[in-house]
Nanobody, 115 residues
Framework: QVQLVESGGGLVQAGGSLRLSCAAS????????MGWYRQTPGHQREWVAT???????NYKDFVRDRFHIYRDNEKDTLFLEMNNLEPGDTAVYYC?????????WGQGTQVTVVS
């Protein structure tokens, strides 16, 4: 199993930026389907963005053109660069990856956007 540890969350004003990090305990090249999800109280966790090993990315419509997901293979870290943040982006953000056919989640990092 792989351990994933997120960091980089915080409090930011609307229009601001944050960069989330997800450090993996295994070689990131061996982890499939790495992505970011988010969850607010009383709601199900929702998918935000995914990057595959070849570098192709997919985004949920509400973050397209504002968020950028990418991997640093040398640092075994996944990133989510978030720009032009909106109060509706407030949530706990989770990193997810699949290693040897087992899904692993990080503990989450809180992002709070105030107007």
């Amino acid at each position: 199993q792989v351990q994933l540890v997120e960091s980089g969350g915080g409090l930011v004003q609307a229009g601001g930026s944050l960069r989330l990090s997800c450090a993996a305990s295994k070689s990131i090249g061996a982890i499939r389907g790495m992505g970011w999800y988010r969850q607010t109280p009383g709601h199900q966790r929702e998918w935000v963005a995914t990057v595959v090993s070849g570098g192709a990315t997919n985004y949920k419509d509400f973050v397209r053109d504002r968020f950028h997901i990418y991997r640093d293979n040398e640092k075994d870290t996944l990133f989510l660069e978030m720009n032009n943040l909106e109060p509706g982006d407030t949530a706990v953000y989770y990193c997810k990856g699949t290693y040897r056919n087992r899904d692993s989640w990080g503990q989450g990092t809180q992002v709070t956007v105030v107007s």
